[in-house]
């Protein structure tokens, strides 16, 4: 084998080498985007979950106030009849 080709064979090599070790790293930084993004979705779904929470809670609290709501105005209705039926004596 004669040097040249050696020499041919060698830099054909270092170009294989290279090319394998960027893929090799673009490959490792695919990989660590879908690690970010996978920590992201989890992320998300742990706060869609406690903001589901809160929201069944405050749903629980309306319902609560217009329950309240109701029997003030039931109660103002009745006190209102009762004073004009003293009023009307």
């Given at each position: 084998?004669?040097?040249a080709t050696?020499?041919?064979a060698?830099?054909?090599l270092g170009h294989a080498m290279t090319a394998l070790?960027?893929?090799?790293?673009?490959?490792i930084e695919r990989e660590g985007d879908y690690l970010e993004a996978e920590a992201e979705v989890q992320r998300m779904n742990a706060?869609?979950?406690?903001?589901?929470?809160?929201?069944?809670k405050s749903e629980a609290r309306?319902?609560?106030l217009e329950d309240a709501n109701k029997e003030v105005s039931r109660?103002?209705?009745t006190a209102m009849e009762t004073?004009?039926?003293v009023l009307d004596r």
């Open positions: 084998m004669s040097e050696l020499n041919d060698l830099t054909r070790e960027d893929a090799v790293s673009s490959r706060d869609r979950a406690r903001l589901a929470g809160e929201l069944d309306a319902e609560r109660r103002l209705v004073i004009r039926a």
